[in-house]
């Protein structure tokens, strides 16, 4: 099985930034098509933030265009999300998130979330 595990999230003051980390790993990966973030805040529903796939495209929601930059290391099967200009509606639980991983050279995929890390920004 594969796991993800995540890192980075963190209290800080508005206008702060943040760094998350998530990495999968658990079993022989050999690729990942698309790695990113979601984030739900409490009684909100789960909403994309941002996603590359491993092509280097990527998808930005719009609340977060210009202040969050995602990126992937395909090596070390990992993604990141660079936060910046924090704001007390970023505040929420983020989750990682991996779609198609190639886990068997005979097409084998597997997709999945993280556990999730708490960002909380205060004003």
């Known amino acids: 099985q594969v796991q993800l595990v995540e890192s980075g999230g963190d209290w800080v003051q508005a206008g702060g930034s943040l760094t998350l980390s998530c990495t999968a790993s658990g079993r022989t990966i050999f690729s990942i098509y698309t790695m990113g973030w979601y984030r739900q805040a409490p009684g909100e529903k789960r909403e994309l933030v941002a996603e590359m796939t491993n092509d280097g495209s990527t998808t930005y929601a719009d609340f977060v265009k210009g202040r969050f930059t995602i990126s992937r290391d395909n090596a070390k099967n990992s993604v990141y999300l660079q936060m910046n200009s924090l704001t007390p509606e970023d505040t929420a639980v983020y989750y990682c998130?991996?779609?198609?991983?190639?886990?068997?050279?005979?097409?084998?995929?597997?997709?999945?979330w993280g556990q999730g890390t708490q960002v909380t920004v205060s004003s």
């Open positions: 998130d991996v779609d198609r991983v190639l886990i068997d050279p005979d097409g084998t995929t597997w997709s999945g």
